[in-house]
Each structure stands twice: as C-alpha cells, then as structure tokens.
C-alpha cells in the first residue's frame, strides 16, 4: 500500500483483513490524519502494538551538531524529537510533508502533475483544498445538471465559497448522541436527555459499578478533542476562529471552552463517567454494544457495526446530543465530497463530472441502499439529497428518521486547523480528567501558549490566502 487511505479501502473492499497504522505517540500526541480515516470510515481497532521510536540524525560526513543549522524532517518526527530540539535552539526546522501522507498526497500530486483527476474527499480536508486554489468550481456543471436543485442546501453551501460550488457531497454522517434504551428502562427513564444537567441526572441513576455500568462515557485515553469539541459548540463556542484571510486564530480559553471543562470534571466527580480513563475509542464503541455504557456521543453510521458486535437494535436509542448553557445541540457533520482537479485538461474534468453525476444520481443511490438492506441492518446515514432518504430503504425506528432530520440544521464542520491544533487541546481534556486538582483555564491556556509556539505560525503561512 502506497498510502493510509489504500490500506483503508483495502479492508473496506476485502482485499485485507486488518491494517497496521500508526495512532498516537506518547511524545507528540494523536497522529490527526489516522483519526481522520477513522472517522470516515467504519473499521473497528482491534489491538495494539506499543513499540520504541529510534530516531537517527543525518548529517554529512564529519559534521559536528554545532555544524548543523537546519533540520528537514516530517512533522511527527520534529514533534517526536522535541527535547533534543530544545536542547540545541540554534537548530531551525523545516517539516517535510512527503507523498503518501493522508491529507497531503493530493497536494503533492496537483504540485508534480500526478493527481488524481477526480478524488472522493474527507469533510475534514476541503477547506484546505479550497484555501490551496487545487479544486475547480463545478458550477458550470451544476447549472446545467437537472437533480442538482435536490441536493440538500445545508451541505451545498459547506463547500460553496464565494458563489463557486467546489464538492459534491456524497456521504453524510452526523455525531449525535446514543443511549442504551433497556439501561434507560431499568432506571426508569423513558426519554433521552436535552439538557447537560438531564444527562448528568440520568447517568447517576443508570450508573451502576457492582454491574460495570458507566452510566455515561467519553474519550479520555485519545483523541479526546474529538467529543470535546462538541461541548465547547453547545457552550456557545469554539476552539478556533477562522480569519477571511484562511489563518487561524486560537480560542482555547473561550469561556466555552472552560464551561465544557468544567462539565467533564463534574461528570469525573460524580463518578458516572467509565471507571477506566485509559479506554480507547475501540473499547468504548465495544463495551455500549455489551450494554455497559448508559450514554455516550455516537455517530449514526456506527449503528451496523454495534449491532453486529451484540447490541439488540430494539435498545440503541439515538438522538441529538444534550444542550449545553448555550441551549444548542450543536454537534458535527463528517463525510466525503467529490472534486476536480483544477489542473486537469478539460477533457478529463468533464469525464470526471459524467463519473460523479452517476454516482450521486438518485436512481444509484436507490439502488446502493438497496443492495445495502438486503445484506442486514443499515446504519441511518444521511443521503445528501432531500428527494429521498435512507429510512426509503430499511425499516429504522421512527427517532431514527426524526434525528436525521434534525441534524441537517445542528450539523457543521469540525473547529478549523483541527489536524494542526487538536493535540495540544487533548493534552489539556487529559489532564483536567485525570488530575482532581487541574485548573481548567490554566491548563488551556498552557495548552493555547504551546501551541501558538509550536503550530500556529506554520498553520497561517500554509493556509493565508
């Protein structure tokens, strides 16, 4: 496999069991482009490998290190090498992002003239598609194509800049929130949770320790930035700010920021989050299936896979995540669009829209979801479209359709620069989870510092317009 993504698609098409990719390192963090093709796609982590990372420094023959101005490495291995590099500050370093990377290997392609004329693109990269002026504007396709008008709006416009339409999107699916209905019986509850302090109430009276039952769950061992971003939005924040310009502006300590914070130590207080804080996301996913998490944010296209992992479908309850102080239930859109290569000869951009006005027709997206229910229970993604629906296909429970619905209203993209500035907000959530003395906006703000040091310059110089 040249790229992470082919290894995906391998297991995705059948011709690979598993793939070994790279996470988190304990040094530099999450490894953000694996978590992007996680959320994308549906495959379930299944073990771990820890190993040790040797790196070597190259130099020419009989250099000394005080020889030695420049660095050129990728941008893990910089990371990875962060004491040494403090050591000896007269050392400048320039990452190298080389072909192959998830995120980058289209960047490189358009650059050498080896990129693909039509790309299926995560959510998470098509602003820094844009910004980089490597997608043509498909208007003069749209306009004269006539299912274009049923296209849903609130997706149109994600990737409508300046009046151009640069993606059409193909797949859709919200982060909404899933709750255990029998755990829910049990304690006696009979509806989901709107508001921070419900959810909060309803986990103390499912939580259940001599049965192993959390009666709500987060990430707290990785990516922790993933869930937390969606508290900060419903707190009436954000972690960044975009500029008109394409730079970023960091928000770590939004007031928002430290309401949701402070929410998840009230949550850790309370003793109803999962006993184990060094549960990953696998873990998670997996012990909702077995009926040992009450509550926890869930995407609807995880559905499938927790049903095949034993949950009766009959008891995963969906619906909107909690409203925050803010009163919003906002949380995030993932999926993928298709695009042109800008540089492509027009002969091979109008072949490539005769490919994408195919595969996102109303008669093979009917067709699709048709074969899909006849393999067994769907997840309730959403179709981009407003003439048609997945629950046209497979028989989902009636909250189903309605949280479907409501998402398109409540859905936007993840906080801006996440790839570049989500490691240093998940050092932050860790130790404010695992630390009872951990002063929310101190800690943030240490987090905001680090990563205006570290990130923030290099992120604006790649992204101004």
Avoid at 16 to 44: C, F, K, M, Q, R
Avoid at 301 to 312: C, E, H, L, Q, Y
Avoid at 422 to 427: A, H, N, Q
């Amino acid at each position: 496999m040249e790229t992470w993504r082919d290894a995906m698609e391998a297991i995705k098409n059948g011709d690979a069991d598993y793939a070994v990719l790279p996470i988190e390192n304990s040094t530099a963090g999450i490894v953000a482009d694996i978590y992007d093709l996680l959320v994308e796609y549906h495959h379930s982590i299944v073990g771990e490998q820890i190993i040790q990372v040797d790196h070597a420094l190259m130099a020419l023959k009989n250099s000394t290190l005080e020889d030695i101005k420049t660095v050129y490495s990728h941008p893990q291995a910089l990371s990875q090498c962060k004491k040494f590099l403090e050591e000896h500050p007269w050392i400048t370093l320039n990452k190298v992002v080389k072909e192959g990377d998830p995120g980058n290997e289209f960047y490189q392609g358009v650059a050498s003239g080896t990129a693909p004329d039509l790309v299926n693109c995560s959510f998470t990269m098509m602003d820094s598609y844009i910004a980089a002026g490597i997608l043509e504007p498909l208007n003069a396709y749209t306009d004269s194509w006539d299912e274009w008008g049923s296209f849903t709006k609130e997706y149109v416009d994600m990737f409508t800049k300046d009046d151009n339409i640069y993606g059409i999107p193909s797949t859709v699916a919200p982060m909404l929130f899933g709750y255990n209905k029998a755990l829910f019986a049990e304690a006696g509850l009979e509806a989901a949770p709107k508001t921070w302090e419900e959810a909060l109430d309803f986990a103390k009276k499912i939580n259940n320790p001599d049965n192993q039952v959390a009666g709500y769950a987060t990430l707290a061992a990785e990516w922790t930035e993933w869930f937390f971003q969606y508290y900060v939005w419903q707190a009436g924040g954000d972690l960044t700010k975009e500029n008109e310009d394409g730079t970023a502006e960091l928000t770590f300590t939004d007031p928002a920021v430290i309401e949701a914070a402070k929410y998840y130590q009230q949550l850790k207080s309370e003793g109803v989050l999962q006993s184990d804080l060094t549960l990953k996301f696998g873990d998670l996913t997996a012990d909702f299936a077995m009926g040992k998490i009450g509550m926890m944010p869930f995407a609807s296209d995880w559905v499938a896979d927790t049903v095949s992992n034993g949950m009766d479908p009959d008891d995963l309850g969906l619906c909107l995540p909690p409203a925050g102080p803010s009163g919003e239930q906002t949380t995030a859109i993932a999926g993928t669009a298709y695009v042109i290569n800008a540089k492509s000869d027009q002969a091979k951009k109008d072949a490539a829209w005769e490919y994408i006005s195919f595969y996102n027709s109303k008669d093979y997206f009917a067709s699709y979801f048709e074969n899909l229910a006849t393999k067994g229970a769907l997840s309730p993604v959403i179709i981009p479209r407003d003439d048609m629906s997945v629950t046209d296909f497979y028989d989902f429970p009636e909250e189903y359709r309605d949280v479907l619905e409501a998402a398109k209203t409540v859905g936007r993209l993840e906080f801006y620069g996440k790839a570049d500035f989500g490691s240093y907000v998940d050092r932050a959530v860790q130790k404010i989870l695992t630390d009872p003395n951990a002063d929310p906006e101190k800690e943030f703000a240490d987090a905001q510092k680090l990563c205006e040091t570290e990130a923030l310059e290099s992120f604006n110089e790649a992204n101004k317009k």
